[in-house]
């Protein structure tokens, strides 16, 4: 019988047939435990800085919207403030 298919429920029996490597628990070396945590903390650490540059272009975009509202806001106040100086 070839172990390296998907575990198989047997007929007569509710335990589940692993493999081998499964069935004795599997342990992970200390050097595999590292690697692991090494990986999820970058794959951690890429997702924040991709949040951050959202955050920050986000922000930006805010930014220049406001400054842009304000240049609007002063302008109108300009043009009346001229119009009423001339009449």
Do not use: I, K
């Amino acid at each position: 019988m070839n172990d390296t298919l998907a575990p198989v429920r047997s007929l007569g029996s509710d335990r589940l047939l692993l493999p081998a490597s499964v069935a004795d628990g599997a342990h992970l070396t200390l050097a595999d435990r590292f690697e692991l945590r090494v990986g999820v903390w970058l794959l951690l650490r890429s997702a924040r800085r991709r949040d951050s540059a959202r955050d920050h272009t986000d922000r930006a975009r805010r930014l220049v919207n406001t400054r842009s509202l304000a240049d609007r806001h002063h302008d109108a106040l300009r043009a009346h403030a001229l119009n009423s100086v001339r009449t």
